[in-house]
């Protein structure tokens, strides 16, 4: 399948949105052009993509404190 054949698979660009084509044929894919694979890069490097971290209690502060030590 080439970029031009009609029945290519295609999917939006992460990067733009557009369609890009899902194919071997492809060489930025899953993106449209190097331009929007190189963005993305960017952006990864950058930390602009994150996971929301949540907030767990912590399990030694949920344990009472050790008795004191005696002489």
Known sequence: M???DPHARRVPCPGCGQPAVF?????W???C??????GDLGA???ER????????????E???PPPPLSD
Do not use: G, I, L, Q
């Open 33 to 38: 052009s190097e331009r929007c694979r190189t």
């Open 49 to 60: 993509y994150r996971v929301p971290a949540t907030s767990t209690p912590d399990t030694d």
């Open 29 to 31: 894919r899953p993106f």
């Open 23 to 27: 194919a071997p044929s492809n060489r």
């Open 62 to 64: 949920a344990a009472p």
């Open 2 to 4: 080439s970029a031009t």
């Open 44 to 46: 990864w490097a950058s």
